[in-house]
């Protein structure tokens, strides 16, 4: 069966540092996958998107980037980041019906 | 459409009322849609879909409901309880694209 893990699940980073979430994904191949954010009390806001190694979609102009070096594995990154960068980073992975799975949420706090 | 800089509205309902919960969607062609519930400090699961080929389906103690001539969904929970108390999210899941569009989603509250 599919199982999709990120990490870390927590992290508390200083304004300027970087950042980089790891996502990958297990039981599937070429999977279709996305990273969200959703800010407390808010709703879900897709970042990036990647139908395939190398091939990066980016929704919403930040200071973040996103990475798929390998088929089952994406990544989330900043060189420097912001105040406005805190928030809850949902990996997913997308079934042929369009069902996502979600991974276990990564909290980022940026102080 | 997307769910951007929006404070979740809210619905509190007592345990064991029934509880509705509703969408809109903008795009004529969306053909697919889903529910997702997420707890806190998860991430999102999904509780029922629905096709654009039909107007209800049912689940467990849970229905969808379908009215595309006016592009609104809902999700009516019966005997509402505690361990229903979350966010709900409609999803835009279009099978034509990659995208999935996600509502402003509602925070359920179940009074005891």
């Known amino acids: 069966s599919q199982t999709i893990h990120q990490w870390p699940a927590t992290l508390v980073q200083p304004v300027g540092s970087p950042l980089s979430l790891e996502c990958t994904v297990e039981?599937?191949?070429?999977?279709?996958l996305y990273w969200y954010r959703q800010a407390a009390g808010r709703g879900l806001q897709l970042l990036f998107y990647?139908?395939?190694?190398?091939?990066i979609s980016s929704e919403v102009p930040q200071n973040l980037s996103a990475s798929r070096p390998q088929d089952r594995q994406f990544i989330l990154s900043s060189k420097k980041l912001l105040l406005s960068d805190s928030g809850f980073y949902l990996c997913?992975?997308?079934?042929?019906?369009?069902?996502?799975?979600f991974g276990e949420g990564s909290r980022l706090t940026v102080l | 459409g997307e769910s951007v800089g929006l404070h979740l509205p809210t619905l509190s309902v007592q345990e064991g009322d029934n509880s509705i919960i509703n969408c809109a969607y903008s795009?004529?062609?969306?053909?697919?849609f889903i529910w997702y519930k997420q707890e806190s400090g998860k991430g999102p699961q999904f509780i029922i879909d629905?096709?654009?080929?039909?107007d209800k389906r049912q689940g467990q103690r849970v229905t969808v409901l379908l009215n595309k001539t006016v592009k609104h969904l809902s999700l009516q929970i019966a005997a509402t309880q505690p361990g229903d108390s979350a966010v709900y999210f409609c999803?835009?899941?279009?099978?034509?694209?990659?995208?999935?569009?996600f509502g402003a989603g509602t925070r359920l509250f179940v009074k005891a």
């Open positions: 997913a992975w997308r079934q042929n019906t369009g069902e996502l799975f």
């Open positions: 039981g599937t191949s070429n999977p279709n």
């Open positions: 990647s139908v395939g190694i190398g091939q």
């Open positions: 795009n004529s062609a969306s053909d697919y």
């Open positions: 629905i096709r654009s080929n039909m």
């Open positions: 999803a835009d899941n279009n099978t034509g694209g990659f995208k999935t569009i």
